[in-house]
């Protein structure tokens, strides 16, 4: 069974991208998070792994010793992009880890934007991502979410 890695798995739109995952069936899902949360585990049917989002070193070894195969990032618009392009170099590193889906969850944004501070944080993962041999794929889905995922988000 493929195992999926969901950083930021406990928030709004992670949480959907969690329980969705889960309720396939065909996954074995893992948090990537802070801290662990026991209660939430059982709540969530999936394992929450704290990791050191400064330590890419650290992620890397997480990944193979879990046969993380993918690695979807649902972090907040309000993390500092490092974190991220710390988790693309962790899975890049990993032998295991062979595809990654960023935090963008929204726009398409394009390098004529990159004046924008969100524009310039998202074109930077995508560089980055570029420089690795990870597939990846950034999901624009603009503000359909909101009204697709909202209504049946945990609050």
Known sequence: MPVVAI???TGSVGRFIVEETTADGNF????LGRKVNPSLEKELGARILAIDYSDPNSIATLLEENHVDVV?????????PEQELGLIQAAAKSKVTKRYIPSVWGIKYRPEQS????????LS???ALDKTDLEWTAVANGFFL??????NLKT
């Open 7 to 9: 950083a930021g798995g």
């Open 28 to 31: 074995e899902v893992i948090i």
């Open 72 to 80: 979807i990032t649902a972090l907040s618009g309000h993390t500092p």
């Open 115 to 122: 004046w924008f501070f969100n524009a310039a944080a998202k």
């Open 125 to 127: 993962l995508f560089d």
């Open 146 to 151: 909101d009204y697709w995922g909202a209504p």
